[in-house]
Antibody, heavy 119, light 106 residues
Framework: DVQLVQSGAEVKQPGQSLKISCKTS????????IGWVRQLPGKGPEWMTV????????RYNPSFQGHVTISADKSNTTVYLQWSSLKASDSAIYFC????????????WGQGTLVTVSS | EIVLTQSPDTLSLSPGERATLSCRAS???????LVWYQQKPGQAPRLIIF???ARAPGIPDRFSASGSGTDFTLTINRLEPEDFAVYYC????????FGQGTKVEV
């Protein structure tokens, strides 16, 4: 079974850094794109970024480029999303999800990580 | 960026009724990359339809979808209690964008 298991909820202050994770299993990690999706309360999801672990090719939604960084570790089949300086507006639920291609849909999802940024 | 607008925002129906959800794109999709997800409170979205009209594995045949160009429809025949949820459309013809969602409620 394909599984994506995300790290737990985080509470941070503005300006702090954060790295959340998405541990995958049940399929060939190097051969599928993994993306991150943000969902604000009561809103539709927003695609943020995606990585192809096979060669670390990455793409970003221009709305998020420069504010987040995606990375992958093939040795432990895990994908990460990190911020160097959080803002209150980053408070949201973040999902990782497997993509069938760079321009494609999401066929398996993690359970979500709630990030709260507050002073 | 292609904007997807879903209607209605909320659909109030009873079990056994048919739900018809609409998703309109701001420009014609030049690839058949329009999908639908179901999301229940506290859960991740779940893929139900891909490539405009193909049901994802395990999705019952009361779910069907169609469309082309800029107008797409998801139909749920004979609503079951577990179908009450929020439904999102997503396009992948030009970057990746989602609609704002339609809530199907009792």
């Amino acid at each position: 079974d394909v599984q994506l298991v995300q790290s737990g909820a985080e509470v941070k202050q503005p300006g702090q850094s954060l790295k959340i994770s998405c541990k995958t299993s049940g399929y060939s990690f190097s051969n599928y794109w993994i993306g991150w999706v943000r969902q604000l309360p009561g809103k539709g999801p927003e695609w943020m970024t995606v990585i192809y672990p096979g060669d670390s090719d990455t793409r970003y939604n221009p709305s998020f480029q420069g504010h987040v960084t995606i990375s992958a570790d093939k040795s432990n089949t895990t994908v990460y999303l990190q911020w160097s300086s959080l803002k209150a507006s980053d408070s949201a639920i973040y999902f990782c999800a497997r993509q069938r291609g760079y321009l494609s849909y999401f066929d398996s999802w993690g359970q979500g990580t709630l990030v709260t940024v507050s002073s | 960026e292609i904007v997807l607008t879903q209607s209605p925002d909320t659909l109030s129906l009873s079990p056994g009724e048919r739900a018809t959800l609409s998703c309109r794109a701001s420009q014609s999709l030049n690839r058949n990359c329009l999908v639908w997800y179901q999301q229940k409170p506290g859960q991740a979205p779940r893929l139900i339809i891909f490539a405009i009209s193909a049901r994802a594995p395990g999705i019952p045949d009361r779910f069907s979808a169609s469309g082309s160009g800029t107008d797409f429809t998801l139909t749920i025949n004979r609503l079951e209690p577990e179908d009450f949820a929020v439904y999102y459309c997503q396009q992948c013809a030009d970057s990746l964008t989602f609609g704002q969602g339609t809530k199907v409620e009792v």
